[in-house]
C-alpha cells in the first residue's frame, strides 16, 4: 500500500473513517455497553447500543463509540457502527473482526489483531444488552 499523505499503510476508506468517524459520542440510555482494550498496545474502545423491538425483532436503531487509539483502531470503531445500525441483535452478534476489515478494505497486517477490537466491543454491548434484558421480571 501506499503512503497517504502521513497515515502510512492505510486505504482511502480507512483513513476516511479515521480523519471522519461516523457515530462518534455517547448514549447515555444506552441499552448496552461495550468495552474493550488490548494492553500491548494501549487501544481503548467503549461501544454504546439503543436497541428497540419492532415487529417482533431486537433492532438495533442507534450506536455511538469512543476510542481512544490508533488510526485502525478509530477506523474499526467506525465502521463497525455503520455495519451495525439497522441489524438485529442477532445479525449483530454474527460480526466478525474480519468482517470489519474486509468492509474497510483490509488493514495491514500488523493492525489486524490489535487495533481491530470493535466487533468485540459490539458483542460485549449485546451481551449486556441481553443480560440486563433476561434479568428483568
Known amino acids: 500500500m501506499q503512503n497517504n499523505k502521513g497515515f502510512g499503510p492505510y486505504n482511502k476508506k480507512v483513513i476516511d473513517h479515521f480523519t471522519n468517524p461516523h457515530n462518534y459520542g455517547v448514549i447515555e440510555d444506552a441499552s448496552g455497553v461495550g468495552s474493550v482494550g488490548n494492553p500491548v498496545c494501549g487501544d481503548m474502545m467503549k461501544l454504546y447500543i439503543k436497541v428497540e423491538k419492532k415487529a417482533g425483532k ?4 442507534d450506536i455511538k463509540f469512543k476510542t481512544f487509539g490508533c488510526a485502525a483502531a478509530i477506523a474499526t ?61
Open 58 to 61: 431486537e433492532i438495533i436503531t
Open 77 to 137: 470503531s467506525s465502521m463497525i457502527t455503520d455495519m451495525a445500525v439497522g441489524m438485529t441483535v442477532e445479525e449483530a452478534k454474527k460480526l466478525t473482526r474480519k468482517d470489519v476489515s474486509n468492509e474497510l478494505g483490509g488493514l495491514p497486517p500488523i493492525k489486524e489483531h490489535c487495533s481491530n477490537l470493535a466487533a468485540d466491543a459490539l458483542h460485549k454491548a449485546i451481551s449486556e444488552y441481553e443480560n440486563k434484558r433476561n434479568s428483568k421480571p
